[in-house]
């Protein structure tokens, strides 16, 4: 009699979870499965990135789903915020049997699920012709994971705000110096919704000064103290005009990395720390005090330890005249150059530091004299890229990030930048004259 006993155990037992997965179903259907998301995410009006952006929902909101695109890749829900809409399932803390085991619903079926924590259901809403919120999210205090980009501002004012809103950027960028008070930089991006960048250099010539190091530790630390959501601990410090000639080193500039770093992380453990991006170069030929080629000096950083004392690794990008995902071809002198390509900075400074750490652009660009005069003899190599190159290699440049695995943060550089000479800062901008924005637009689809 044993063996009947175990096939009805086992029977019995197969039943139960039959009946447990249904349970799971039934429930998941008639009342929503709840989760939060793992990262900044597109809230779209149907199934696809082809659909409408309604938002961009924020690592940690909350939402409750109720059903599933037939795929279990795109799935449907409401945010705490009530708003609606379809978002990658791969954004969202579920299991792909989670997914799964939501109902399929057509893209015309009304939502009549509450919102996480509401008590009574909203009205039936059309996700197709839902409008896009007029005002913006509050900041996102939760820690900093997948996947953002964003722009580097030089004020924050109401068109560079609305364009960047509109180009689904969550990340702003601001460069202070000399101990400026990050307070009012802070306090500004995160009433606009917007997670904030602050890229803070120092004197030039007090960089061999120790006492000086630990005063720009400490303004660093009061930084993240008052919000800051990531620090670029100083600019481009290979090169002479940010680091003091005669006595550029990675090995110095990482000890100045420790030191802020420990500075910062006392003060807010959850601000994310980034190296000072090196400028690309390939005319130093090596790592001297008076220079040093990013690749050398990141190898530097590297063999003294820097990895211990940064989050992401901060990179600079903006010398290419071919689309991003171009590995050859570029037509001027060494062409073959890592620094030409998008790829060769990333492939170089992934293994600089044996994909130990992630990689966060602080400066992504493309420089394009439409609309202004020739460009200088020191930039006259992009003198053929337009605007549309620009708009479309921006584009392009965040999607191969965002797909790389290898990419945390792209901060477009710039947004609304309208000095146009020697240095043309303006050509970079994506906020063109006469303030339309070619790169939003494309970024925004």
């Given at each position: ?5 175990t ?7 197969a ?5 447990l997965?249904?349970t799971?179903?039934v429930y998941?259907?008639d009342?929503?499965l709840?989760t939060?998301?793992?990262?900044d995410a ?5 199934p696809?990135v082809e659909?409408?952006?309604i ?10 789903l109720d ?15 009530g ?28 939502f ?7 008590v009574?259901?909203p ?13 913006p999210?509050?900041?996102n205090?939760a820690?900093v994971?997948?996947f ?15 364009q ?9 960028k ?10 009012g ?14 890229g803070?250099v120092?004197?030039?010539?007090q960089?061999?000064?120790d ?10 630390a ?11 601990v ?9 680091w003091q000639?005669g006595?550029i ?6 000890e100045v ?7 910062i ?10 190296s000072g991006?090196p ?8 790592c001297?005090g008076n220079g040093?080629?990013d690749n050398h000096?990141?190898?530097?950083m ?6 211990n004392?940064?989050?992401c ?7 290419g005249i071919?689309?991003?995902s171009?590995?050859?071809g570029d ?10 390509y998008f ?8 293994a600089a530091f ?5 990689l ?7 420089v394009?004299p439409e609309?202004?005069?020739p460009?200088?003899g020191?930039f006259?190599?992009?003198?053929n ?6 708009a ?6 965040v ?11 792209l ?7 309208t000095?146009y000479?020697d240095?043309?800062m303006a ?5 063109r ?8 637009d494309?970024?925004g689809n």
């Open positions: 009699m044993q063996p009947l006993k096939v009805r155990t086992c029977f019995l037992l039943l139960t979870f039959i009946l997965s249904v799971i179903s998941a259907q009342q929503g709840d939060t998301t793992n990262a597109s809230l779209r009006s149907g696809g659909w409408r952006r938002t961009i929902v924020r690592t940690g909101t909350a939402m409750r059903g599933q695109a037939f795929t279990g890749s795109w799935v449907r829900g409401i945010t705490s915020a708003e609606i809409g379809w978002v990658l399932s791969s954004n969202l803390n579920i299991t792909p049997e989670q997914a799964a085991a939501l109902r399929p619903v057509l893209i015309e079926e009304p009549t699920l509450p919102p996480p924590g509401a009574n259901p009205a039936a809403v059309d996700p197709i012709a839902a409008p896009p919120a007029n005002n999210p509050p900041a205090a820690p994971r997948g953002s980009y964003g722009g580097h501002v030089a004020d924050m004012g109401a068109n560079a705000v609305a960047m809103q509109r180009a689904g950027m969550t990340w702003v601001r460069q202070i110096r000399n101990f400026e008070d990050p307070t930089a802070i306090n500004q991006a995160h009433a606009n919704g917007f997670r904030i960048l602050l803070m120092g004197h030039v010539d960089v061999m000064n006492g000086y190091i630990d005063s720009y530790a400490g303004w660093l009061s930084a993240a103290a008052a919000g800051a959501d990531a620090i670029e100083w600019n481009e410090p290979n090169i002479d005009r940010e000639a006595q080193s990675p090995v110095r500039y990482t990395l420790r030191r802020s770093y420990n500075a992380k006392a003060a807010n453990p959850g601000t994310m720390v980034i991006a400028a690309p170069t390939g005319y130093l030929g090596g001297s040093c080629d000096f990141i190898a530097g590297a063999a003294a330890g820097a990895a004392y940064l989050d690794v901060g990179i600079h990008y903006n010398e071919l689309p991003p171009a590995t050859s037509t001027r002198g060494n062409s073959t150059h890592y620094t030409r790829w060769g900075m990333i492939n170089t400074y992934t044996g994909r130990s750490r992630p966060c652009f602080t400066e992504l660009g493309y394009s609309g202004f005069p460009l200088s020191g006259a190599w992009a003198q890229v337009t605007v549309a190159q620009q479309a290699w921006l584009d392009s440049a999607s191969l990030a965002a797909n790389s695995g290898r990419v945390r943060l901060i477009i550089w710039n947004v609304d930048f000095n000479g240095d043309p050509g970079y901008a994506i906020i004259p006469g303030g339309g924005c070619p790169a939003c494309a970024l």
